[in-house]
């Protein structure tokens, strides 16, 4: 089973800037595209950008900018770095991984636990 764990969300005020990282674990034979929803209050879930496994990211025109998406396919690791964060950033964060195991030859989509952003002064 694959796992996701997040980290680098918090509290910052506007204009300020967070990092957040994912780093998947378990027996991962291969990664494919990764990336980073948000879910705010009241709201759906959306996209906030995401990069293929040839590192070719894409971005929400509300994020395009601001936040610059990665990847470290040796880690299995994807980040999100926020610059410039407006309070309408607030959200919880998850991240989104397509992995496939070594026991399988089926690609699934895999959720992080989400982390929350909270911007305000």
């Known amino acids: 089973q694959v796992q996701l764990v997040e980290s680098g969300g918090g509290l910052v005020q506007p204009g300020g800037s967070l990092r957040l990282s994912c780093a998947a674990s378990?027996?991962?034979?291969?990664?494919?595209?990764m990336g980073w929803f948000r879910q705010a209050p009241g709201k759906q879930r959306e996209l906030v950008a995401h990069?293929?496994?040839?590192?070719?990211?894409n971005y929400a025109d509300s994020v395009k900018g601001r936040f610059t998406i990665s990847r470290d396919n040796a880690k299995n690791t994807v980040y999100l770095q926020m610059n410039s964060l407006k309070p309408e950033d607030t959200a919880v964060y998850y991240c989104?991984?397509?992995?496939?195991?070594?026991?399988?030859?089926?690609?699934?989509?895999?959720w992080g636990q989400g982390t929350q952003v909270t911007v305000s002064s």
């Open positions: 990069i293929t496994s040839g590192s070719s990211p």
């Open positions: 378990g027996r991962i034979f291969s990664t494919r595209t």
């Open positions: 989104y991984v397509e992995a496939r195991e070594f026991s399988t030859s089926v690609w699934y989509g895999y």
